[in-house]
Protein backbone atom coordinates (compact mmCIF):
# COMPACT_ATOMS: atom_id res chain seq x y z
CA UNK A 1 0.00 0.00 0.00
CA UNK A 2 1.24 3.62 -0.74
CA UNK A 3 0.88 6.84 0.64
CA UNK A 4 -1.89 7.27 -2.21
CA UNK A 5 -3.44 3.84 -1.55
CA UNK A 6 -3.49 4.41 2.56
CA UNK A 7 -5.16 8.20 1.83
CA UNK A 8 -7.70 6.38 -0.72
CA UNK A 9 -8.46 3.55 2.15
CA UNK A 10 -8.62 6.42 5.27
CA UNK A 11 -11.23 8.84 3.04
CA UNK A 12 -13.50 6.40 2.03
CA UNK A 13 -14.34 5.41 6.18
CA UNK A 14 -14.13 8.68 8.10
CA UNK A 15 -17.31 9.52 9.72
CA UNK A 16 -19.43 12.25 8.57
CA UNK A 17 -22.42 14.43 9.99
CA UNK A 18 -25.27 16.65 8.79
CA UNK A 19 -23.11 19.10 8.96
CA UNK A 20 -20.45 18.35 6.76
CA UNK A 21 -21.34 19.87 2.67
CA UNK A 22 -17.41 19.03 1.37
CA UNK A 23 -15.64 16.83 3.10
CA UNK A 24 -11.86 15.40 2.73
CA UNK A 25 -10.62 16.23 -1.07
CA UNK A 26 -10.86 19.98 -1.72
CA UNK A 27 -8.26 22.92 -0.08
CA UNK A 28 -10.87 23.20 2.89
CA UNK A 29 -13.88 21.30 4.40
CA UNK A 30 -16.83 22.91 4.39
CA UNK A 31 -19.18 22.82 7.10
CA UNK A 32 -23.37 24.31 7.60
CA UNK A 33 -24.28 25.32 10.98
CA UNK A 34 -27.66 26.61 9.68
CA UNK A 35 -26.22 30.62 9.32
CA UNK A 36 -28.54 31.88 6.65
CA UNK A 37 -25.61 33.76 5.17
CA UNK A 38 -22.15 31.31 5.79
CA UNK A 39 -20.59 28.28 5.54
CA UNK A 40 -17.30 27.74 7.64
CA UNK A 41 -14.36 26.74 6.46
CA UNK A 42 -11.97 24.71 8.03
CA UNK A 43 -8.56 23.40 7.58
CA UNK A 44 -5.38 22.27 9.12
CA UNK A 45 -1.37 22.07 7.59
CA UNK A 46 1.83 21.41 8.74
CA UNK A 47 5.16 22.62 8.51
CA UNK A 48 8.58 20.35 9.42
CA UNK A 49 11.34 21.48 10.01
CA UNK A 50 14.03 19.96 6.87
CA UNK A 51 11.20 19.06 4.54
CA UNK A 52 9.43 23.07 4.72
CA UNK A 53 12.31 24.98 6.11
CA UNK A 54 15.88 24.50 7.87
CA UNK A 55 17.21 25.45 11.07
CA UNK A 56 18.93 28.43 9.35
CA UNK A 57 15.27 29.51 8.14
CA UNK A 58 14.84 33.36 9.77
CA UNK A 59 12.21 31.91 12.40
CA UNK A 60 9.56 34.73 11.26
CA UNK A 61 9.36 33.02 8.07
CA UNK A 62 8.81 29.87 9.42
CA UNK A 63 5.57 31.53 11.79
CA UNK A 64 4.59 33.01 8.36
CA UNK A 65 4.80 30.59 6.07
CA UNK A 66 3.34 27.75 8.46
CA UNK A 67 0.23 30.50 8.35
CA UNK A 68 0.35 31.89 5.05
CA UNK A 69 -0.17 28.42 3.37
CA UNK A 70 -3.45 27.50 5.20
CA UNK A 71 -4.53 31.11 4.43
CA UNK A 72 -3.86 29.77 0.64
CA UNK A 73 -5.75 27.42 1.40
CA UNK A 74 -8.53 29.40 2.56
CA UNK A 75 -7.94 31.54 -0.30
CA UNK A 76 -8.83 28.60 -2.84
CA UNK A 77 -12.54 28.80 -1.45
CA UNK A 78 -12.72 32.38 -1.82
CA UNK A 79 -13.52 31.98 2.03
CA UNK A 80 -12.45 34.39 4.68
CA UNK A 81 -9.93 33.19 7.22
CA UNK A 82 -11.14 34.08 10.90
CA UNK A 83 -9.09 32.30 13.60
CA UNK A 84 -6.91 29.73 13.95
CA UNK A 85 -4.90 27.34 16.66
CA UNK A 86 -0.82 27.27 16.36
CA UNK A 87 0.76 23.49 17.53
CA UNK A 88 4.61 23.77 18.22
CA UNK A 89 6.55 20.76 18.25
CA UNK A 90 10.06 22.02 20.14
CA UNK A 91 13.52 19.93 20.40
CA UNK A 92 14.59 19.97 24.09
CA UNK A 93 16.23 22.72 25.25
CA UNK A 94 14.98 25.22 22.26
CA UNK A 95 15.51 28.78 22.69
CA UNK A 96 12.01 30.68 23.76
CA UNK A 97 13.17 33.70 21.47
CA UNK A 98 13.42 31.58 18.62
CA UNK A 99 9.51 30.43 19.61
CA UNK A 100 8.46 34.68 20.07
CA UNK A 101 9.88 35.54 16.53
CA UNK A 102 8.10 32.69 15.06
CA UNK A 103 5.07 33.93 16.63
CA UNK A 104 5.79 37.63 15.25
CA UNK A 105 5.59 36.48 11.83
CA UNK A 106 2.72 34.63 12.45
CA UNK A 107 0.80 36.96 13.73
CA UNK A 108 1.75 39.82 11.64
CA UNK A 109 0.43 37.98 8.73
CA UNK A 110 -2.60 37.18 11.15
CA UNK A 111 -3.39 40.64 11.67
CA UNK A 112 -3.07 41.24 8.67
CA UNK A 113 -6.06 39.60 7.32
CA UNK A 114 -7.69 40.12 10.74
CA UNK A 115 -7.61 36.35 11.95
CA UNK A 116 -7.47 35.66 15.44
CA UNK A 117 -5.63 33.46 17.68
CA UNK A 118 -6.86 31.97 19.90
CA UNK A 119 -4.86 28.99 21.38
CA UNK A 120 -2.80 26.27 20.77
CA UNK A 121 -0.06 23.97 22.13
CA UNK A 122 3.65 23.55 22.59
CA UNK A 123 5.07 19.69 22.50
CA UNK A 124 7.93 17.80 22.45
CA UNK A 125 9.35 16.93 19.26
CA UNK A 126 13.17 15.42 19.72
CA UNK A 127 14.37 16.15 16.68
CA UNK A 128 13.20 19.11 14.83
CA UNK A 129 10.85 21.70 14.63
CA UNK A 130 7.12 21.24 13.20
CA UNK A 131 4.37 23.93 13.33
CA UNK A 132 0.61 22.68 13.10
CA UNK A 133 -2.55 25.59 12.06
CA UNK A 134 -5.57 24.60 12.38
CA UNK A 135 -7.69 27.42 10.86
CA UNK A 136 -11.22 28.60 10.89
CA UNK A 137 -12.92 30.39 8.31
CA UNK A 138 -16.20 31.55 6.79
CA UNK A 139 -17.44 31.69 3.23
CA UNK A 140 -20.78 33.35 1.99
CA UNK A 141 -23.28 31.03 1.60
CA UNK A 142 -23.39 30.02 -2.60
CA UNK A 143 -20.31 31.27 -3.38
CA UNK A 144 -18.33 28.14 -2.51
CA UNK A 145 -15.92 27.55 -5.30
CA UNK A 146 -14.97 23.67 -5.62
CA UNK A 147 -12.90 21.76 -7.58
CA UNK A 148 -15.20 19.99 -9.78
CA UNK A 149 -17.22 23.14 -11.66
CA UNK A 150 -14.82 23.64 -14.41
CA UNK A 151 -16.30 23.23 -17.62
CA UNK A 152 -15.39 22.69 -21.56
CA UNK A 153 -14.79 26.03 -22.95
CA UNK A 154 -13.91 28.16 -19.79
CA UNK A 155 -10.29 29.90 -19.94
CA UNK A 156 -7.62 29.19 -17.54
CA UNK A 157 -6.22 31.87 -15.60
CA UNK A 158 -2.69 32.20 -12.69
CA UNK A 159 -2.23 34.88 -10.80
CA UNK A 160 1.71 35.52 -10.18
CA UNK A 161 4.40 33.77 -12.02
CA UNK A 162 5.62 30.32 -11.39
CA UNK A 163 8.37 28.18 -10.04
CA UNK A 164 11.84 28.73 -8.20
CA UNK A 165 9.62 29.21 -5.48
CA UNK A 166 12.19 27.75 -2.72
CA UNK A 167 14.79 30.59 -4.31
CA UNK A 168 12.83 32.52 -1.43
CA UNK A 169 9.02 33.17 -2.28
CA UNK A 170 8.28 29.96 -0.30
CA UNK A 171 8.84 31.92 2.79
CA UNK A 172 7.33 35.07 1.96
CA UNK A 173 3.92 34.90 -0.64
CA UNK A 174 1.12 36.71 -0.47
CA UNK A 175 -2.29 34.60 0.09
CA UNK A 176 -4.52 35.46 -2.51
CA UNK A 177 -7.46 36.02 -0.18
CA UNK A 178 -8.42 39.23 -1.20
CA UNK A 179 -7.90 38.79 -4.62
CA UNK A 180 -10.34 35.28 -4.54
CA UNK A 181 -12.90 36.83 -2.31
CA UNK A 182 -12.88 40.03 -5.21
CA UNK A 183 -13.03 36.75 -7.82
CA UNK A 184 -15.95 35.16 -6.40
CA UNK A 185 -17.86 38.75 -6.05
CA UNK A 186 -17.17 39.64 -9.65
CA UNK A 187 -17.18 36.55 -11.71
CA UNK A 188 -18.96 33.31 -12.47
CA UNK A 189 -15.09 31.02 -11.15
CA UNK A 190 -16.13 27.86 -12.15
CA UNK A 191 -13.70 25.98 -10.27
CA UNK A 192 -10.18 27.04 -8.49
CA UNK A 193 -7.18 26.28 -6.42
CA UNK A 194 -4.55 27.40 -4.57
CA UNK A 195 -0.80 26.17 -6.49
CA UNK A 196 0.86 24.25 -3.58
CA UNK A 197 2.26 21.16 -5.29
CA UNK A 198 2.81 23.45 -9.01
CA UNK A 199 0.48 24.32 -11.91
CA UNK A 200 0.54 20.90 -13.75
CA UNK A 201 -0.41 19.08 -10.48
CA UNK A 202 -3.35 21.81 -8.97
CA UNK A 203 -4.33 21.91 -12.02
CA UNK A 204 -5.14 18.29 -12.75
CA UNK A 205 -6.44 17.93 -9.29
CA UNK A 206 -9.36 20.35 -11.16
CA UNK A 207 -9.64 18.44 -14.41
CA UNK A 208 -9.63 15.36 -12.36
CA UNK A 209 -12.61 16.70 -10.42
CA UNK A 210 -14.12 18.27 -13.24
CA UNK A 211 -14.09 15.26 -15.91
CA UNK A 212 -12.08 18.00 -18.26
CA UNK A 213 -9.34 18.15 -19.56
CA UNK A 214 -6.95 21.38 -20.22
CA UNK A 215 -4.77 23.10 -23.11
CA UNK A 216 -1.81 24.91 -22.16
CA UNK A 217 -0.32 27.97 -24.47
CA UNK A 218 3.39 26.79 -23.41
CA UNK A 219 4.32 30.63 -24.73
CA UNK A 220 1.18 32.17 -21.81
CA UNK A 221 2.60 31.06 -18.34
CA UNK A 222 4.23 32.99 -16.84
CA UNK A 223 7.76 31.85 -15.56
CA UNK A 224 8.88 33.76 -12.59
CA UNK A 225 12.49 35.14 -12.87
CA UNK A 226 13.54 32.76 -10.04
CA UNK A 227 13.03 30.05 -11.96
CA UNK A 228 14.74 31.23 -14.88
CA UNK A 229 17.87 32.09 -13.17
CA UNK A 230 17.54 28.60 -11.82
CA UNK A 231 17.42 26.88 -14.78
CA UNK A 232 20.71 28.79 -16.07
CA UNK A 233 22.80 27.58 -13.53
CA UNK A 234 23.84 24.29 -14.35
CA UNK A 235 23.53 22.14 -17.44
CA UNK A 236 21.75 20.02 -14.64
CA UNK A 237 19.18 22.55 -14.25
CA UNK A 238 15.32 21.56 -14.66
CA UNK A 239 14.52 24.38 -17.59
CA UNK A 240 12.56 27.23 -16.36
CA UNK A 241 9.13 25.91 -17.86
CA UNK A 242 9.63 22.74 -16.50
CA UNK A 243 10.04 24.54 -12.96
CA UNK A 244 6.96 26.63 -13.75
CA UNK A 245 4.62 23.67 -14.08
CA UNK A 246 6.14 21.33 -11.62
CA UNK A 247 7.60 23.12 -8.37
CA UNK A 248 5.70 23.18 -5.49
CA UNK A 249 4.74 26.04 -3.08
CA UNK A 250 3.85 28.90 -5.54
CA UNK A 251 0.97 29.54 -3.46
CA UNK A 252 -1.38 31.34 -6.13
CA UNK A 253 -4.56 31.00 -7.12
CA UNK A 254 -5.37 29.26 -10.78
CA UNK A 255 -9.13 28.64 -11.85
CA UNK A 256 -11.37 29.15 -14.51
CA UNK A 257 -14.50 31.36 -15.65
CA UNK A 258 -16.57 31.10 -18.86
CA UNK A 259 -14.25 32.12 -21.89
CA UNK A 260 -16.30 35.13 -22.51
CA UNK A 261 -15.70 36.45 -19.68
CA UNK A 262 -11.90 36.42 -19.96
CA UNK A 263 -11.01 39.72 -21.59
CA UNK A 264 -13.57 41.66 -18.97
CA UNK A 265 -11.64 39.81 -16.11
CA UNK A 266 -8.32 41.11 -17.71
CA UNK A 267 -9.41 44.80 -18.03
CA UNK A 268 -11.30 45.54 -14.77
CA UNK A 269 -8.41 43.02 -12.81
CA UNK A 270 -5.97 45.21 -14.20
CA UNK A 271 -7.96 48.38 -12.23
CA UNK A 272 -8.14 46.19 -9.08
CA UNK A 273 -5.16 44.93 -8.58
CA UNK A 274 -2.17 46.82 -10.99
CA UNK A 275 0.61 44.84 -8.67
CA UNK A 276 -0.58 41.38 -9.17
CA UNK A 277 0.00 39.27 -12.20
CA UNK A 278 -2.92 37.69 -14.10
CA UNK A 279 -2.35 35.31 -17.35
CA UNK A 280 -4.76 33.66 -19.47
CA UNK A 281 -2.99 29.97 -19.90
CA UNK A 282 -4.91 28.20 -21.75
CA UNK A 283 -9.01 26.41 -22.00
CA UNK A 284 -10.90 23.76 -20.58
CA UNK A 285 -11.44 21.04 -23.19
CA UNK A 286 -13.32 17.44 -23.52
CA UNK A 287 -11.07 14.77 -22.44
CA UNK A 288 -8.21 14.39 -19.86
CA UNK A 289 -5.02 15.85 -18.68
CA UNK A 290 -3.27 18.57 -19.46
CA UNK A 291 -1.93 19.33 -23.08
CA UNK A 292 0.91 21.86 -23.83
CA UNK A 293 0.27 24.27 -27.37
CA UNK A 294 3.42 25.83 -29.04
CA UNK A 295 3.65 26.65 -32.72
CA UNK A 296 4.66 23.01 -33.39
CA UNK A 297 1.55 21.68 -32.25
CA UNK A 298 0.61 19.77 -28.92
CA UNK A 299 2.41 17.56 -26.24
CA UNK A 300 0.86 15.96 -23.49
CA UNK A 301 2.01 16.37 -19.54
CA UNK A 302 2.60 12.63 -18.24
CA UNK A 303 0.41 11.79 -15.61
CA UNK A 304 2.38 12.76 -12.75
CA UNK A 305 2.60 16.22 -13.50
CA UNK A 306 5.59 16.09 -15.60
CA UNK A 307 6.97 17.05 -19.01
CA UNK A 308 9.71 15.47 -20.74
CA UNK A 309 11.20 18.05 -22.68
CA UNK A 310 13.56 17.72 -25.52
CA UNK B 1 12.55 32.51 30.08
CA UNK B 2 10.72 29.13 31.41
CA UNK B 3 8.25 27.66 29.29
CA UNK B 4 5.53 29.19 31.37
CA UNK B 5 7.36 32.61 30.81
CA UNK B 6 7.45 31.91 27.48
CA UNK B 7 3.44 31.11 27.35
CA UNK B 8 2.71 34.03 29.32
CA UNK B 9 4.16 36.34 26.76
CA UNK B 10 2.90 34.66 23.78
CA UNK B 11 -0.50 34.63 25.16
CA UNK B 12 -0.20 38.52 25.45
CA UNK B 13 0.34 39.39 22.19
CA UNK B 14 -1.91 37.06 20.28
CA UNK B 15 -4.52 39.03 17.22
CA UNK B 16 -8.27 38.93 18.41
CA UNK B 17 -10.61 39.64 15.82
CA UNK B 18 -14.09 40.69 16.95
CA UNK B 19 -15.36 36.89 17.10
CA UNK B 20 -13.10 36.11 19.91
CA UNK B 21 -15.30 35.41 23.13
CA UNK B 22 -12.70 33.81 24.90
CA UNK B 23 -8.91 33.54 23.69
CA UNK B 24 -6.30 31.37 25.42
CA UNK B 25 -6.25 30.30 28.67
CA UNK B 26 -9.65 28.08 29.26
CA UNK B 27 -10.00 24.67 27.89
CA UNK B 28 -10.86 25.53 24.75
CA UNK B 29 -11.46 28.96 22.78
CA UNK B 30 -15.08 30.51 22.64
CA UNK B 31 -15.78 32.37 18.72
CA UNK B 32 -19.19 34.02 18.18
CA UNK B 33 -19.93 33.98 14.61
CA UNK B 34 -23.56 35.50 15.16
CA UNK B 35 -25.25 32.76 15.17
CA UNK B 36 -28.33 33.50 17.83
CA UNK B 37 -28.53 30.26 20.04
CA UNK B 38 -24.98 29.22 19.20
CA UNK B 39 -21.58 29.86 20.21
CA UNK B 40 -18.59 27.68 18.91
CA UNK B 41 -15.67 25.48 20.36
CA UNK B 42 -11.97 25.75 19.12
CA UNK B 43 -9.46 23.16 20.44
CA UNK B 44 -6.32 21.51 19.25
CA UNK B 45 -4.25 18.83 21.00
CA UNK B 46 -1.23 17.13 20.36
CA UNK B 47 -0.19 12.82 21.37
CA UNK B 48 3.22 12.16 21.13
CA UNK B 49 5.09 8.70 21.07
CA UNK B 50 7.10 8.58 24.10
CA UNK B 51 5.08 11.19 26.31
CA UNK B 52 1.00 10.29 25.44
CA UNK B 53 1.64 6.59 24.67
CA UNK B 54 4.48 4.31 23.29
CA UNK B 55 5.55 2.37 20.46
CA UNK B 56 3.82 -0.89 21.89
CA UNK B 57 0.42 0.66 22.50
CA UNK B 58 -2.30 -0.87 20.48
CA UNK B 59 -2.81 1.79 17.52
CA UNK B 60 -6.62 1.85 17.66
CA UNK B 61 -5.95 3.09 21.33
CA UNK B 62 -3.71 5.68 20.11
CA UNK B 63 -6.04 7.05 17.67
CA UNK B 64 -9.41 7.10 20.61
CA UNK B 65 -7.01 8.36 23.18
CA UNK B 66 -5.71 11.35 20.34
CA UNK B 67 -9.30 12.08 19.74
CA UNK B 68 -10.43 11.67 23.42
CA UNK B 69 -8.31 14.21 24.31
CA UNK B 70 -10.02 17.14 22.18
CA UNK B 71 -13.44 16.04 23.30
CA UNK B 72 -12.87 16.27 27.21
CA UNK B 73 -12.02 19.78 26.45
CA UNK B 74 -15.03 20.18 24.75
CA UNK B 75 -16.78 18.27 27.59
CA UNK B 76 -14.90 20.68 29.78
CA UNK B 77 -16.78 23.90 28.74
CA UNK B 78 -20.74 21.77 28.37
CA UNK B 79 -20.30 21.95 24.29
CA UNK B 80 -20.72 19.65 21.71
CA UNK B 81 -18.03 18.29 19.63
CA UNK B 82 -19.05 18.57 15.74
CA UNK B 83 -15.83 18.60 13.15
CA UNK B 84 -11.99 17.62 13.34
CA UNK B 85 -9.46 17.88 11.23
CA UNK B 86 -6.24 14.75 11.59
CA UNK B 87 -2.62 15.74 11.49
CA UNK B 88 -0.27 12.64 11.47
CA UNK B 89 3.33 12.36 11.66
CA UNK B 90 4.91 9.10 10.78
CA UNK B 91 8.35 7.83 10.82
CA UNK B 92 9.70 6.65 7.25
CA UNK B 93 8.57 3.74 6.11
CA UNK B 94 5.42 3.73 8.28
CA UNK B 95 3.29 0.39 8.20
CA UNK B 96 0.44 1.54 6.58
CA UNK B 97 -1.88 -0.93 8.48
CA UNK B 98 -0.98 0.79 11.71
CA UNK B 99 -2.53 4.11 10.60
CA UNK B 100 -5.68 2.40 9.10
CA UNK B 101 -5.77 0.89 13.20
CA UNK B 102 -5.03 4.50 14.29
CA UNK B 103 -7.70 5.35 12.38
CA UNK B 104 -10.15 2.89 13.29
CA UNK B 105 -10.04 3.70 17.07
CA UNK B 106 -10.01 7.20 15.97
CA UNK B 107 -13.48 7.31 13.85
CA UNK B 108 -15.42 4.94 16.14
CA UNK B 109 -15.06 7.26 18.96
CA UNK B 110 -16.17 10.35 16.80
CA UNK B 111 -18.89 7.96 15.57
CA UNK B 112 -19.73 7.78 18.86
CA UNK B 113 -20.28 11.30 19.55
CA UNK B 114 -21.37 12.28 16.05
CA UNK B 115 -18.21 13.90 15.53
CA UNK B 116 -17.23 14.43 11.49
CA UNK B 117 -13.44 13.63 10.67
CA UNK B 118 -13.00 16.00 7.35
CA UNK B 119 -10.02 16.60 6.51
CA UNK B 120 -6.22 16.53 7.80
CA UNK B 121 -2.48 15.13 6.74
CA UNK B 122 -0.03 13.36 7.06
CA UNK B 123 3.52 14.19 7.37
CA UNK B 124 6.32 12.90 7.70
CA UNK B 125 8.57 12.57 11.31
CA UNK B 126 11.49 11.44 11.57
CA UNK B 127 11.50 10.35 15.25
CA UNK B 128 7.73 8.89 16.02
CA UNK B 129 4.03 9.30 15.80
CA UNK B 130 3.11 12.38 16.55
CA UNK B 131 -1.26 12.87 16.42
CA UNK B 132 -2.48 16.40 16.15
CA UNK B 133 -5.70 17.07 16.11
CA UNK B 134 -8.09 20.48 15.71
CA UNK B 135 -12.05 19.77 17.09
CA UNK B 136 -14.57 22.14 16.25
CA UNK B 137 -17.73 22.36 18.29
CA UNK B 138 -20.55 24.21 19.41
CA UNK B 139 -22.42 25.43 22.55
CA UNK B 140 -25.66 26.30 23.18
CA UNK B 141 -25.53 30.25 23.80
CA UNK B 142 -25.37 31.63 27.55
CA UNK B 143 -24.17 27.94 28.69
CA UNK B 144 -20.67 28.44 28.52
CA UNK B 145 -18.75 27.09 31.61
CA UNK B 146 -15.92 28.82 31.86
CA UNK B 147 -12.75 28.53 34.69
CA UNK B 148 -13.69 32.08 36.53
CA UNK B 149 -17.40 31.23 37.81
CA UNK B 150 -16.62 29.65 41.16
CA UNK B 151 -17.94 31.32 43.80
CA UNK B 152 -17.84 31.00 47.71
CA UNK B 153 -20.03 28.42 48.91
CA UNK B 154 -20.07 26.76 46.11
CA UNK B 155 -19.61 22.35 46.37
CA UNK B 156 -17.07 20.81 44.24
CA UNK B 157 -17.72 17.61 42.83
CA UNK B 158 -15.55 15.62 40.63
CA UNK B 159 -16.53 12.33 38.25
CA UNK B 160 -15.35 9.28 38.39
CA UNK B 161 -12.13 8.41 40.04
CA UNK B 162 -9.01 9.60 40.47
CA UNK B 163 -4.86 8.95 39.82
CA UNK B 164 -3.24 5.82 38.46
CA UNK B 165 -4.92 6.57 34.73
CA UNK B 166 -1.06 5.38 33.44
CA UNK B 167 -2.28 1.91 34.33
CA UNK B 168 -4.99 2.10 31.48
CA UNK B 169 -7.54 4.63 31.65
CA UNK B 170 -5.36 7.40 29.62
CA UNK B 171 -5.92 4.99 26.51
CA UNK B 172 -9.74 4.25 26.97
CA UNK B 173 -11.80 6.78 28.82
CA UNK B 174 -14.83 8.04 28.36
CA UNK B 175 -15.15 11.47 27.53
CA UNK B 176 -17.83 13.55 29.80
CA UNK B 177 -19.32 14.90 27.06
CA UNK B 178 -22.94 13.72 27.99
CA UNK B 179 -22.81 14.34 31.00
CA UNK B 180 -21.17 17.86 31.18
CA UNK B 181 -24.18 18.69 28.82
CA UNK B 182 -26.75 17.14 31.09
CA UNK B 183 -25.24 19.22 33.70
CA UNK B 184 -25.18 22.81 31.97
CA UNK B 185 -28.63 21.79 31.02
CA UNK B 186 -30.12 21.17 34.31
CA UNK B 187 -27.96 23.05 37.14
CA UNK B 188 -26.28 26.31 37.61
CA UNK B 189 -22.53 25.35 37.26
CA UNK B 190 -20.36 28.15 37.87
CA UNK B 191 -17.02 26.70 37.09
CA UNK B 192 -15.82 23.75 34.89
CA UNK B 193 -12.56 22.11 33.70
CA UNK B 194 -11.54 18.86 32.65
CA UNK B 195 -8.80 16.90 34.77
CA UNK B 196 -6.04 16.58 32.49
CA UNK B 197 -3.17 17.78 34.89
CA UNK B 198 -4.36 16.16 37.97
CA UNK B 199 -7.30 17.40 40.15
CA UNK B 200 -4.89 19.94 42.29
CA UNK B 201 -3.37 21.13 38.97
CA UNK B 202 -7.31 21.94 37.54
CA UNK B 203 -8.94 23.01 40.27
CA UNK B 204 -6.03 25.52 41.00
CA UNK B 205 -6.79 27.04 37.44
CA UNK B 206 -10.24 27.50 38.69
CA UNK B 207 -9.15 29.04 41.86
CA UNK B 208 -7.14 30.91 40.16
CA UNK B 209 -9.55 31.99 37.41
CA UNK B 210 -12.43 33.11 40.26
CA UNK B 211 -10.12 34.34 42.99
CA UNK B 212 -11.43 31.90 45.48
CA UNK B 213 -9.69 28.77 47.48
CA UNK B 214 -10.41 25.29 48.01
CA UNK B 215 -11.32 23.09 51.31
CA UNK B 216 -11.44 19.52 50.03
CA UNK B 217 -12.20 16.92 52.50
CA UNK B 218 -9.47 14.05 52.47
CA UNK B 219 -11.65 11.27 52.68
CA UNK B 220 -14.00 12.34 49.93
CA UNK B 221 -11.57 12.30 47.63
CA UNK B 222 -12.16 9.01 45.17
CA UNK B 223 -9.20 7.22 45.00
CA UNK B 224 -8.85 4.93 42.20
CA UNK B 225 -8.84 1.35 42.26
CA UNK B 226 -5.14 1.33 39.92
CA UNK B 227 -3.78 4.12 42.41
CA UNK B 228 -4.25 2.28 45.31
CA UNK B 229 -2.57 -0.61 43.65
CA UNK B 230 0.18 1.11 42.49
CA UNK B 231 0.70 2.61 45.85
CA UNK B 232 1.40 -0.87 47.43
CA UNK B 233 3.79 -1.78 44.78
CA UNK B 234 7.05 -0.86 46.68
CA UNK B 235 7.78 1.78 49.67
CA UNK B 236 8.91 4.20 47.14
CA UNK B 237 5.03 3.89 45.70
CA UNK B 238 2.83 7.41 45.87
CA UNK B 239 0.75 7.22 48.33
CA UNK B 240 -2.58 6.24 46.55
CA UNK B 241 -4.25 9.87 47.70
CA UNK B 242 -1.45 11.61 46.42
CA UNK B 243 -1.78 10.31 42.97
CA UNK B 244 -5.47 10.74 42.57
CA UNK B 245 -4.41 14.49 43.44
CA UNK B 246 -1.92 15.08 40.90
CA UNK B 247 -1.64 12.24 38.46
CA UNK B 248 -2.23 13.37 35.06
CA UNK B 249 -5.02 12.22 32.54
CA UNK B 250 -8.09 11.26 34.61
CA UNK B 251 -10.23 13.02 32.04
CA UNK B 252 -12.74 13.71 34.53
CA UNK B 253 -14.48 16.23 35.07
CA UNK B 254 -14.25 19.28 38.32
CA UNK B 255 -16.84 21.41 38.45
CA UNK B 256 -18.71 23.57 40.93
CA UNK B 257 -22.12 24.06 41.99
CA UNK B 258 -23.87 26.32 44.70
CA UNK B 259 -23.92 24.27 48.07
CA UNK B 260 -27.83 24.54 48.11
CA UNK B 261 -28.12 22.25 45.08
CA UNK B 262 -25.82 19.58 46.09
CA UNK B 263 -28.20 16.85 47.22
CA UNK B 264 -30.40 17.22 44.88
CA UNK B 265 -27.36 17.10 42.23
CA UNK B 266 -26.29 13.91 43.64
CA UNK B 267 -29.70 12.42 43.98
CA UNK B 268 -30.84 13.11 39.98
CA UNK B 269 -27.41 12.32 38.64
CA UNK B 270 -27.93 9.10 40.18
CA UNK B 271 -30.95 8.76 38.81
CA UNK B 272 -29.39 9.58 34.95
CA UNK B 273 -26.04 8.20 35.20
CA UNK B 274 -25.81 4.93 37.30
CA UNK B 275 -22.75 3.79 36.06
CA UNK B 276 -20.83 6.98 36.64
CA UNK B 277 -19.75 7.88 40.31
CA UNK B 278 -19.85 11.66 41.18
CA UNK B 279 -18.43 12.45 44.23
CA UNK B 280 -18.76 16.04 46.55
CA UNK B 281 -15.01 16.12 47.56
CA UNK B 282 -15.22 19.90 49.48
CA UNK B 283 -16.21 23.56 49.08
CA UNK B 284 -15.11 27.00 47.78
CA UNK B 285 -13.79 29.37 50.34
CA UNK B 286 -12.65 32.84 50.88
CA UNK B 287 -8.86 33.12 49.75
CA UNK B 288 -6.33 30.76 47.53
CA UNK B 289 -4.85 27.65 47.36
CA UNK B 290 -6.13 24.36 48.35
CA UNK B 291 -6.17 22.74 51.58
CA UNK B 292 -7.17 19.66 52.53
CA UNK B 293 -9.22 18.42 55.92
CA UNK B 294 -9.33 15.76 57.93
CA UNK B 295 -10.00 14.93 61.22
CA UNK B 296 -6.50 16.82 62.42
CA UNK B 297 -7.14 19.80 60.69
CA UNK B 298 -6.30 21.20 58.04
CA UNK B 299 -3.07 21.04 55.42
CA UNK B 300 -2.14 22.98 52.26
CA UNK B 301 -1.45 21.89 49.39
CA UNK B 302 1.68 23.09 47.79
CA UNK B 303 1.87 25.71 44.86
CA UNK B 304 2.75 22.97 42.38
CA UNK B 305 -0.32 20.90 43.03
CA UNK B 306 2.03 18.59 45.03
CA UNK B 307 0.89 17.31 48.42
CA UNK B 308 3.75 16.59 51.04
CA UNK B 309 2.49 13.73 53.11
CA UNK B 310 4.17 12.63 55.98
Redesign the interface.
Known amino acids: ?N?F???A??TK?????K??VT??GDD??V?D???PD?L?L?????V?E??HFTRETPPEKIGRKALGRCLSDIAAMAGTP??A???I?LPKNFD??F??KI?DGL?TL??TF???????????????I?I?I?L?G?LARGKQILRGGARVGDAIFVTGELGGSIAGKHLDFEPRIVEARWLADHFSIHAMADLSDGLAGDLRHILTASHVGAELLKTAIPVSRAAKLESRKTSLAKPALVAALTDGEDFELVFTVPGKDAVKLLDTWKQQFPKVKLTCIGKIIAGEGITLRDKNGVQKLDARGYAHFG
Open positions: MEELIKLSLPANTVGPCALFGLKFFKTDAVGVTALVTGPEVLYNARDVAIVGGETTTNPVGFSALT
